[in-house]
């Protein structure tokens, strides 16, 4: 079974600052990894994923994330946040062995100016 | 391409009622999945379509019913609506070999009074 840990529900960073939204994960064969962001009352916009190869992923907007198996981590990263940043961000789990999307409970960024 | 398009954006419905929402996935994507989003339990899995025939389900009961069409576009009903229904319904759709990337509609938000 694969889970996911979103380490702070909330986090608040000033405008220019390092954003760094942390996820852990739990799977028993080899995962595939996503980070996704939803904005107010809307779905969700892929960030970027981890499949297979590189273990930093760049994705949209300025994003990364590392893929660090012996942690099982893919935190997310953007060295300068931006006031469109402020959104609400969910790291998910999947595997080759099934469809479904295993999200962690979110992670919502305030940008302050 | 056209992404994933859900109608209606919005329903209220009351207690006892049933509800039919609908899911058009992007051209060429053959996989459909369904999610819950609720403030309590964040996003859960539903159940995954795929050339018609439910090909994963989650941990929902019987009153949570889904099918899909020839066309890959897909339905999800919910009989007997209970006040813990209201939440935010969002389509996914996939393609087959895409390491599970998933593409998200802007849901459907369900108020059950």
């Known amino acids: 079974a694969q889970s996911v840990t979103q380490l702070g529900s909330h986090v608040s960073v000033s405008e220019g600052a390092l954003v760094l939204l942390r996820c852990n994960y739990s799977?028993?064969?080899?995962?595939?990894l996503f980070w996704y962001v939803q904005y107010p009352n809307q779905g969700l916009q892929l960030l970027l994923k981890y499949t297979t190869g590189a273990t930093l992923v760049k994705g949209i907007n300025g994003f990364e994330a590392e893929f660090k198996k012996s942690e099982t981590s893919f935190h997310l990263t953007k060295p300068s946040a931006h006031m469109s940043d402020a959104a609400e961000y969910f790291c998910a789990v999947s595997t080759l062995y099934t469809g479904k999307l295993i999200f962690g409970q979110g992670t919502t960024l305030q940008v302050k100016p | 391409k056209a992404g994933v398009t859900q109608t209606p954006r919005y329903l209220i419905k009351t207690r006892g009622q049933q509800v039919t929402l609908s899911c058009s996935p992007i051209?060429?994507?053959?996989?459909v999945s369904w999610y819950q989003q609720t403030p309590g339990q964040g996003l859960q899995f539903l159940f995954e379509y795929f050339s018609e025939t439910q090909r994963n389900k989650g941990n929902f009961p019987g009153r949570f019913s889904g099918r899909q069409f020839s066309n890959s576009r897909s339905e999800m009903n919910v009989s007997t609506l209970e006040l813990g229904d209201s939440a935010l319904y969002l389509c996914?759709?996939?393609?087959?070999?895409?390491?599970?990337?998933?593409?998200f509609g802007p849901g459907t938000r369900l108020t059950v009074l």
């Open positions: 996914a759709s996939r393609a087959e070999s895409s390491y599970n990337e998933q593409f």
């Open positions: 799977s028993s064969v080899p995962p595939y």
């Open positions: 051209s060429g994507h053959r996989s």
